[in-house]
């Protein structure tokens, strides 16, 4: 439990759906959270957009960049970041950050776990797996994160049914719903907003 108002460091590498829903979810929650900082490696990014439109200060880093401890903790520091929420981010969190914000980091995957999760298992690869291998049913996995990878505590599951018919796009889409309903409030348990 965090015990002040949560400062969060969004990660994000691409549309930004989730990004923008978290920021939106602790503006009008008005409970003091917010979302102080957006963290992303591709400059062209939906999520760099959608952050910009919304007045939240961006930080572009590269790889290497991300590296440097030095300024990434004085960057974090200066905004009072306390929780770091991974929202597609596709390189590799440094340890140095994961020990830093040890159980006050979280991660979004887009099936059960520890089901089509691990190396390559991202964004339409989980889906057209989930579909390739005909489950009945999929869901989101809100996890900490641990320095092995999709490996952390899970925190969150929710669950929706996979139709016969359905395509990865159809999954995809039922998935996201998940993600907009319940990644916020999952998060705002982290701190003392619940
Ligand atoms: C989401 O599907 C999330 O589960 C996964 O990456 C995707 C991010 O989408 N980790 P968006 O950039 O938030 O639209």
Redesign the pocket.
Known sequence: MIDDKLKIAVF????????ENIIRFFREKGSGGEVVLVVCNRREA??VGRAAALGVDVAILSRDELADSGRVLAMFEARGVNCVV????LLMVPPYLIRRYEGRMV????SLLPKFGGKGM??HHVHEAVVAAGECETG?TVHLVSEEYDKGQILFQARVAVAPGDTAADV?RK??EL?MRFFPGVIARLGSDD
């Not at 994000?12 to 990004?19: F, I, L, W």
């Not at 991974?86 to 981010?89: K, P, V, Y």
Request: aromatic share 8%; proline share 4%; hydrophobic share 35%.
């Open positions: 994000a590498s691409g549309n930004g759906s989730n990004a939906g999520v991974l929202a597609g981010f991660n979004i995957h887009p991202y964004g989101i995809e998935v996201r993600e």
